[in-house]
């Protein structure tokens, strides 16, 4: 019967060539350094979910954004998980898109005929670090608030659009209300719709060219 | 294919299949149960706290006329304290009989009003009436106003509020 099911569903939508080019396809002899990709990838969609979850209970407001994270934390069940593991997941996504970085870079894995999965690996790395920056300024915290002040004064001394730079991604002279409104706005709907083509693309690229042995001596 | 794994009836590749499935099934429920958790939290939790609300001194409440008496009461929900207004119809009959009914309208939770002129309450939202005891006249109500609880205590009138 599942066997029937699924030979009609795979005559129409030709799930087993999708599994046969994504996921059995010819790999070379490789480590686990090859799995940082792979552990990346785990950590995006699990702060896709959780972040979908947060949005439940979260309000960009500057009169409630405080109280709302700390009756996440507080009052819902698993709230402090779901957050948690958002947190945490942050920060160990910029380690793993890093080290992810690094093997590709020693492996020499960036050269002809990948160059384009490396160009979009470092916008990847870009919008992984600037979801990194406007998602700590949403719980509203001072710690939030004036790691914003300093991150968007670090933008400032950038030479001659340095002011107009900082005056954009505060949303005025200083922080307020449109900070918050518009941090999150990007952290919810403009970084991860980049993230997620990027991703597409990426993804794509490894599947058609395939991964890049380890190099040997002399190569 | 070594001999020996065939032999025990298990393989190589059957034993990661069954291990991956065992392990993503864990890291599913772990994950999936506390969210389900996470979305229905703040719909568990109900406030019970009862109150009786003094509405009016009896001397202040007309005899034979339904009178539309309001309060609110402020509580904590979520991250936020929240008014909820409340509206209560008390008809005083001649011999001090007291009857006291939320004006809630039981088609939709719209709120009815009484008109002197229709000598009935009318719903504005679906077209409902009650008669001046509360009974169903017309329109698509399915029961009558929901009487409430009250009491009279030194003079003054106390109504008993249940939800919040």
Known sequence: ????????????????????????????????????????????????????????????????????????????????????????????????VFLHMLRTFFYGAYKYPREITWITGVFLLLVTLGMGFTGYLLPWNQRAYWATTVGTSIAGTVPLAGPWIERILRGGEALSALTLARFFSAHIWMLPTALLALIGIHLYLVVRLGISHIPKEGE | MAGGEEASGLSRRKFVTGM?????????????????????????????????????????????????????????????????????????????????????????????????????????????????????????????????EHKIEEGTLYVHVVEA
């Open chain 2, 20 to 148: 991956l499935a065992v392990l993503g099934g864990t890291i599913a429920a772990v994950v999936g149960l506390p969210a389900i958790g996470y979305l229905i939290a703040p719909a568990l939790k109900r406030s019970r706290t009862d109150i009786w609300v003094p509405l009016a001194p009896v001397e202040n409440i007309p005899v034979d006329q339904p009178t539309l008496f309001t309060f609110s009461r402020t509580q904590r929900v979520g991250w936020e304290t929240t008014a909820t207004s409340y509206g209560m119809y008390v008809l005083r009959s001649a011999e001090d009989r007291y009857q006291v009914m939320s004006n809630v309208c039981t088609h939709l939770a719209c709120r009815v009003v009484w008109k002197d002129d229709l000598q009935d309450y009318t719903c504005p939202c679906h077209d409902g009436h009650f008669a001046k005891d509360g009974s169903v006249i017309s329109g698509p109500p399915p029961r009558p106003l929901d009487s409430v």
């Open chain 1, 1 to 96: 019967m599942i066997a029937r099911a699924y030979a009609w569903l795979d005559h129409r939508l030709g799930l087993t060539t999708i599994y046969a080019t994504t996921l059995d396809r010819k790999v070379p002899k490789v480590n686990w350094a090859f799995t940082l990709g792979s552990a990346t990838l785990f950590l995006a969609v699990m702060q896709g979910i959780t972040g979908i979850f947060l949005t439940v209970y979260y309000v960009p407001h500057p009169e409630q954004a405080y109280d709302s994270v700390n009756y996440i934390m507080n009052d819902v069940a698993f709230g402090w998980l779901i957050r948690g593991i958002h947190h945490w997941g942050a920060t160990l996504m910029v380690v793993t």
